[in-house]
């Protein structure tokens, strides 16, 4: 749901666009609904950083805290130019939704730095990484807000933000303040695959409401990345047959089948998709028009549009990235009876792994890899339920029915909780 850092819409003020609209359906009450219009907590630093030519050089960073009333606050750091604290107030409030729909016990949050990180050096980045951590020590921890990664940021950089917290916050350390780290400092197994396969776990989930045999199914994947890869890899394991895919380089579309190990060893050797053996190139317009049974997302935002929306054939369209539907689009989706499985749903799986790191975190107790995928699938099955169950009851879209539901469940929170002082 969340739109890039690129496309030039005010992110926040699609988010109170949605929040409005839920909120008429399910009659809020406007105090309640004032409330969540606002973020509860938006911090602006200052980061001054000692490049590596001995100047000084000031970034400006930003926390943003939308609502704790299900738990601590939850989400990503991204780096990069465009970041906005417009941007990070929305990216906040729709990880509050995420967080509900996926009944995990946290509450919404986002943090970023205005910043290239591709001119930087690691040297630079490390020092504003830790001057950064610094700035927002006082509002994160590990029952208070727990960051991630996001855009441009990774293990490297959670791994920087745990130490400097640890170090600056009773010198121990304190693996559950963040989320994404190297497996050697705490990080979860299953972390890397889990976004793509909680989606294939929705995939599942929705053929079999649809009748849909997956042993029949064919499946498109925008965006052979990777949420792309491992969605792909778990739906061919369910049996359907992967026939096109991309990736920033180019489409390309094999009707009898991708074998997508194979697929992928060719993109680690070419750095692409492209001229995979027995496929043929195909342009992004023709690869989201494909005749298919499942169509991935996986890429960028705003890619199902009222142009192509009419002509896209799929029955299934489960969205990895992060808004490549728009609202127009929607619409005619959902008019032509093909069943969404909005962003916020169906790529909760990432954030779902990261509380299992912060509860083994917490327990200074590891699971297997087998322990968090079986756990991922019971949360992913369920929050795929209850928002498919909503959408019946409601006759409205997924994307409306998982608002619905996370509303509910955090507007409940708020009112069993009340409001002291
Ligand atoms: P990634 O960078 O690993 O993969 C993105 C892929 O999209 C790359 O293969 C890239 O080549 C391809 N791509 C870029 N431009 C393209 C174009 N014009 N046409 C076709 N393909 C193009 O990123 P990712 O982590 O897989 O994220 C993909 C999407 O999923 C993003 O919207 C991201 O916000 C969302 N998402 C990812 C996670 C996660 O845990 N990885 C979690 C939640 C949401």
């Known amino acids: 749901m969340s739109k890039s850092v690129n496309s030039g819409i005010n992110p926040f003020e699609v988010a109170l666009t949605q929040l409005d609209e839920v909120s008429n359906m399910i009659g809020l009450d406007n105090g309640l609904h004032q409330f969540l219009a606002q973020p509860k907590r938006v911090l602006t630093i200052s980061i001054p950083v000692k490049m590596d ?7 400006t960073g930003f ?8 738990g601590p606050f939850k989400g990503g750091i991204r780096y990069h130019p465009q970041v906005t604290i417009e941007e990070v107030k929305a990216l906040s409030m729709w990880m509050t939704w995420k967080c509900a729909i996926a009944n995990i016990p946290y509450g919404g949050g986002k943090g970023g730095i205005i910043c290239d990180p591709k001119s930087m050096s690691e040297g630079e980045l490390e020092r ?7 700035g927002i020590s006082d509002i994160i921890g590990p029952y208070k807000d727990i960051p991630a990664p996001d855009v441009y940021t990774g293990g490297r950089e959670m791994a920087w933000i745990m130490d400097t917290f640890s170090v600056i916050k009773g010198n121990y350390i304190q693996p559950e303040v963040i989320t994404g780290k190297p497996v050697q400092i705490g990080g979860s197994l299953g972390r890397n695959e889990a976004t793509g396969r909680g989606l294939a776990i929705t995939v599942r989930e929705a053929a079999k409401k649809l009748n849909i045999d997956m042993k029949n199914a064919s499946v498109v994947v925008q965006g ?8 792909a890899q778990l739906v061919e394991e369910q049996g359907a047959k992967i026939i096109a895919a991309s990736d920033s380089k180019g489409c390309i579309i094999n009707k009898n089948g991708i074998d997508t ?14 001229n995979f053996q027995g496929s043929q190139p195909i342009s992004n317009k023709e690869l989201l028009e494909t005749e298919c049974t499942i169509l991935i997302p996986a890429a960028l935002e705003n890619q199902i549009t009222k ?16 808004g490549p539907t728009t609202p127009e689009a929607d619409k005619i989706l959902f008019s032509n009876k093909v069943l969404v499985i909005p962003d916020i749903l169906a790529n909760g799986g990432g954030v779902t792994v990261s509380y299992f790191e912060w509860l083994q975190n917490l327990r200074r107790e590891y699971w297997t890899e087998a322990k968090v995928n079986d756990r991922l699938d019971t949360n992913i ?16 879209n997924m994307r409306m029915a998982s608002m619905i539901v996370a509303l509910n469940r955090v507007v409940d929170a708020i009112k069993i909780r009340g409001f002291w002082p």
């Open 53 to 59: 030519d001995g100047t000084i050089k000031v970034f």
């Open 224 to 231: 052979f990345g990777n949420a792309g890869q491992f969605a």
């Open 128 to 134: 504003m990484t830790r001057r950064y951590a610094y």
């Open 381 to 396: 099955t369920n929050a795929f339920l209850g928002v498919y169950d909503t959408h019946i009851k409601h006759n409205t």
């Open 307 to 322: 142009e192509n929306a009419g002509k896209i054939t799929a029955k299934i369209v489960a969205e990895a990235a992060n």
């Open 261 to 274: 190990a194979s697929l992928r060893k060719h993109k680690v050797k070419n750095g692409s998709v492209t």
């Open 63 to 70: 926390r943003s805290q939308h609502n704790d009333a299900l």
